[in-house]
């Protein structure tokens, strides 16, 4: 089964400077990967898509963008961060489970803070 | 466009009571549905899925699930609460295209008391 390692777990960054978060799948090859972020009482907001390499497919117009360097990487950045942008950031990929049965499977979360 | 309606913000239910928590959606064809349960600072744990085939799906932990295409509902039930229940819960629709996207619900926020 595909295991996924989000990193920093937490994060506090002043506003204006700048963001990497990353992400990176076990277990699998060739997965759909996403970001998502959650803020309190919103559930769920798909931010990013990559169905492969380089490949992002934006969801909302916003201060964050991500990149796909290598297949089972992927990474969510601002150049200059926003207060806006605080919350819970979700990585999750899309692969194959047992049995067949497709899974969409998250990573523990990264929360972001800023000041 | 695929939407999800989770209605109830919070619920409380005593230990030992039965539960649902009810998701309605919004999508074109035959959807894919999930529920997912999150503990306090934690990722989603996936609880089930369905696909196709039989409309009652069992999960993890005791929960089980009904689609009710007519209604347009995916509602989770479990017959028994335990304490260690109390998450949030999250329903997710998808279309199971190329891209698989899940789209979320707002989530329902699950209390449990003694």
């Known amino acids: 089964s595909q295991t996924i390692h989000q990193w920093p777990a937490t994060l506090v960054q002043p506003v204006g400077s700048p963001l990497s978060l990353e992400c990176t799948v076990e277990g699998t090859s060739n997965p759909n990967l996403y970001w998502y972020r959650q803020a309190a009482g919103r559930g769920l907001q798909l931010l990013f898509y990559s169905v492969g390499i380089g490949q992002i497919s934006s969801e909302v117009p916003q201060n964050l963008s991500a990149s796909r360097p290598q297949d089972r990487q992927f990474i969510l950045s601002s150049k200059k961060l926003l207060l806006s942008d605080s919350g819970f950031y979700l990585c999750?990929?899309?692969?194959?489970?047992?049995?067949?049965?497709?899974?969409?499977?998250f990573g523990a979360g990264s929360r972001l803070t800023v000041l | 466009a695929q939407s999800v309606t989770q209605p109830d913000i919070h619920i409380t239910v005593s230990e030992g009571a039965s539960l649902e928590l009810r998701c309605n959606y919004s999508y074109g064809a035959t959807p894919y549905l999930f529920w997912y349960v999150q503990s306090p600072g934690q990722g989603l744990q996936l609880l089930l899925k369905y696909f196709s085939g039989d409309t009652l799906v069992q999960g993890i932990k005791g929960f089980e699930a009904e689609f009710k295409r007519s209604q347009s509902s995916f509602n989770l039930r479990k017959p028994s609460v335990h304490w260690s229940d109390a998450a949030e819960y999250f329903c997710a629709v998808g279309d199971g295209g190329a891209t698989n996207k899940l789209i979320f619900g707002t989530g329902t926020l699950l209390a449990v008391q003694p």
């Open positions: 999750a990929s899309w692969a194959q489970g047992a049995l067949g049965a497709n899974v969409l499977t």
